[in-house]
Nanobody
Framework: QVQLVESGGGLVQAGGSLGLSCVASGRTFSNYQMGWFRQAPGKEREFVAA????????YYADSVKGRFTISRDNAKNTVYLQMNSLKPEDTAVYYCAADLDRSLLVSFSSGYDYWGQGTQVTVSS
């Protein structure tokens, strides 16, 4: 079992920045890939970013590329999402997820095995 707890959400004005954290427990953190997803009201959950178990590779949705940065600190069992130049359309509940399969970095939610409870990010115009 893996437990994931996100933090860092909040309200920010358009153009501002916000940093999210996700702390993992229960298994060796470096054994799995990590991803961030988000879900806006009335919409399906969508992929935001993912990072390899080693931190050596990342993958971003086109909608956030150049604005968001995913990183991880395996010594702290934590994955981060730094969000800059935020837009109102970035408003959503943000979830971190863990994928136990280290062979591929995937962007579909069914590829992830464990999920956090989510943290709300609201960007005002």
């Amino acid at each position: 079992q893996v437990q994931l707890v996100e933090s860092g959400g909040g309200l920010v004005q358009a153009g501002g920045s916000l940093g999210l954290s996700c702390v993992a427990s229960g298994r060796t953190f470096s054994n799995y890939q990590m991803g961030w997803f988000r879900q806006a009201p009335g919409k399906e959950r969508e992929f935001v970013a993912a990072i390899r178990w080693s931190g050596g590779g990342t993958y971003y949705a086109d909608s956030v590329k150049g604005r968001f940065t995913i990183s991880r600190d395996n010594a702290k069992n934590t994955v981060y999402l730094q969000m800059n130049s935020l837009k109102p359309e970035d408003t959503a509940v943000y979830y971190c997820a863990a994928d136990l399969d280290r062979s591929l970095l995937v962007s579909f939610s069914s590829g992830y095995d464990y999920w956090g409870q989510g943290t709300q990010v609201t960007v005002s115009s």
